[in-house]
């Protein structure tokens, strides 16, 4: 059973430039949920997918986007990039019942993304 | 608002030692709680969770933790560390997502563990 993938491995960008990361979730899971974590520090709260559609979002500006598949697999989105946003992308996958987590969720290996 | 709290940035225990990494989260209701671990360059991955019934969970790798709601507290343990214990460890908790149910998952900011021969 595949968990969690993640491409690419890493990738070097320059300020400005656009970048796309992908992710394929667990299988049997139907949520994708996208984090970023800075050097040192804890995984951020990005967005969650659910249905193809975003449903709920951290506290992150509008140059993070993202799309949801029908396969349920994702990809973030980040314009305009800055300094600030090289750090390790993580992907997460989980179940989603009703209003209860069936599931707790799976993390991929992470995008590391390193803008210069 | 949610949040969660390790106190200690880094520890240092002799291999064989036992270990206990602190822990503490606020939170309105009944958490969800998490541990992870990730080691350099890695994702991270599930050591153990608690979502309700007994408060002492079994992990993976011999780890177990004990949610105490009076002290608001989800401490890991592990009676005797092994070398390739050395890692990054995160708490976490779940938050509900108050649109789609489903919840996200708000960490700490981690515990560098270094073990020593």
């Known amino acids: 059973d595949a968990g969690v993938t993640q491409s690419p491995t890493h990738l070097i960008k320059t300020r400005g430039q656009q970048v796309t990361l992908r992710c394929s979730p667990k299988?049997?899971?139907?949520?994708v949920s996208w984090y970023q974590q800075a050097l040192g520090q804890g995984p951020q709260f990005i967005f969650q997918y659910y249905e193809e559609e975003e449903r709920q979002r951290g506290n992150f500006p509008d140059r993070f986007s993202g799309h949801q598949f029908p396969n349920y697999s994702s990809e973030l989105n980040v314009n305009a990039l800055l300094l600030g946003d090289s750090a390790l992308y993580l992907c997460a996958s989980s179940l989603l019942s009703g209003r209860i987590p069936t599931d707790t969720q799976y993390f991929g290996p992470g995008t590391r993304l390193t803008v210069l | 608002a949610q949040s969660v709290t390790q106190p200690d940035i880094h520890i240092t225990v002799s291999e064989g030692a036992s270990l206990e990494l602190r822990c503490n989260y606020s939170?309105?209701?009944?958490?969800?709680l998490f541990w992870y671990v990730q080691s350099p360059g890695q994702g991270l991955q599930l050591l153990l969770k608690?979502?309700?019934?007994?408060?002492l969970v079994q992990g993976i790798k011999g780890f177990e933790a004990e949610f105490k709601r009076s002290q608001s507290s989800f401490n890991l343990r592990k009676p005797s560390v092994h070398w390739s214990d050395a890692a990054e460890y995160f708490c976490a908790v779940g938050s509900p997502l108050s649109n789609t149910g489903g919840f996200k998952t708000i960490f700490g900011a981690g515990t560098r563990l270094f073990v020593k021969a």
């Open positions: 608690y979502f309700s019934g007994d408060t």
């Open positions: 939170y309105g209701a009944t958490p969800y």
């Open positions: 299988s049997g899971h139907d949520t």
